[in-house]
């Protein structure tokens, strides 16, 4: 099993900047992929970016492009997301996911883990 424990969410006025970071333990040799999701309330999941642990290719969805940038740090087990300009439309509970299986996207049909989500509020 792997444990995702994500941070670094809160509240930013539109424009700012944010960091979150995702930290996996556990059984993560049989992980393949790791990223983020976000899903408000009513609304589908949208997938936010994807890193593939090892290669390091990135993809990310059509909204974030050039304002997010997700990177990796091996050493530590942990995912960060850096959101740069931020808008309204960006609020949303954030989840980290980790899967076996990878798409070659941003998307993320299978979660296989998943952490509590954090609040990303922009106003």
């Known amino acids: 099993h792997v444990q995702l424990v994500e941070s670094g969410g809160g509240s930013v006025q539109a424009g700012g900047a944010l960091r979150l970071s995702c930290a996996a333990s556990g059984n993560t040799y049989s992980v393949r992929c790791m990223g983020w999701f976000r899903q408000a309330p009513g609304k589908q999941r949208e997938g936010v970016a994807t890193?593939?642990?090892?290669?390091?290719?990135?993809y990310y969805g059509d909204s974030v492009k050039g304002r997010f940038t997700i990177s990796q740090d091996t050493a530590k087990n942990t995912v960060y997301l850096h959101m740069n300009s931020l808008k309204f439309e960006d609020t949303s509970m954030y989840y980290c996911?980790?899967?076996?299986?990878?798409?070659?996207?941003?998307?993320?049909?299978?979660?296989?883990?998943r952490g509590q989500g954090t609040q990303v509020t922009v106003s």
């Open positions: 996911a980790a899967s076996t299986r990878c798409t070659g996207s941003a998307s993320w049909p299978w979660v296989d883990y």
């Open positions: 890193i593939i642990n090892g290669g390091g290719s990135t």
